[in-house]
Antibody, heavy 121, light 106 residues
Framework: DVQLQESGPGLVKPSQSLSLTCTVT?????????WNWIRQFPGNKLEWMGY???????SYNPSLKSRISITRDTSKNQFFLQLNSVTTEDTATYYC??????????????WGQGTTLTVSS | QIVLTQSPALMSASPGEKVTMTCSAS?????MYWYQQKPRSSPKPWIY???NLASGVPARFSGSGSGTSYSLTISSMEAEDAATYYC?????????FGSGTKLEIK
């Protein structure tokens, strides 16, 4: 079965960069699908951040475009989120999730358990 | 970006009661997707392509709609259905989510 697992530092200081890892088991991230980062703020609003596709192409939310980078390590079947210049408003639970790449499959069918990130000095 | 407005934000239902929640899009979308989330868990896919139930979802759930108006219906409320439900679109980038309907059991 496909499983996704996030990992990260838990706490980051304002103005620093955050880096999160999503480890995928049960499916190769180079076979198909898009591999996404989604966050949920306190108060429960969900925001899509971006994805890296099976081919390596990326797409980002315009609201984050200047601060975000999603990369991957295909040898480890992992993909990564880097978000620069964080503020307290980036405090959230961060999820990695899989989505389809075709018009009729553009939803998130597998999710990780989430990792909580707090931005605080 | 397309804004999804869910209503009501909070509702409660008695066991056996019919439940309907709605999701209104700021522009027309081709399909709507729904997720169920319970406390301390990640969202679970619940309904895809507007009206198809995800694996394991009870048949008492249904989805419908088109254009800018979509809904999720539970034919007969059960205690296990208490959760927050989110709608999501990806007819245009970026994909967006509604703010959720929290459903409680009376």
């Amino acid at each position: 079965d496909v499983q996704l697992q996030e990992s990260g530092p838990g706490l980051v200081k304002p103005s620093q960069s955050l880096s999160l890892t999503c480890t995928v088991t049960g499916y190769s991230i180079t076979s198909d699908y898009a591999w996404n980062w989604i966050r949920q703020f306190p108060g429960n609003k969900l925001e899509w951040m971006g994805y890296i596709s099976y081919s390596g192409s990326t797409s980002y939310n315009p609201s984050l475009k200047s601060r975000i980078s999603i990369t991957r390590d295909t040898s480890k079947n992992q993909f990564f989120l880097q978000l620069n210049s964080v503020t307290t408003e980036d405090t959230a639970t961060y999820y990695c999730a899989r989505s389809g790449t075709t018009v009729v499959a553009r939803y998130f069918d597998y999710w990780g358990q989430g990792t909580t990130l707090t931005v605080s000095s | 970006q397309i804004v999804l407005t869910q209503s009501p934000a909070l509702m409660s239902a008695s066991p056996g009661e019919k439940v309907t929640m709605t999701c209104s899009a700021s522009s027309s979308v081709s399909y709507m997707y729904w997720y169920q989330q319970k406390p301390r868990s990640s969202p679970k896919p619940w309904i895809y392509l507007t009206s198809n139930l995800a694996s394991g979802v009870p048949a008492r759930f249904s989805g419908s709609g088109s254009g800018t108006s979509y809904s999720l219906t539970i034919s007969s409320m059960e205690a296990e259905d208490a959760a927050t439900y989110y709608c999501q679109q990806w007819s245009s980038n970026p994909p967006t989510f509604g703010s959720g309907t929290k459903l409680e059991i009376k």
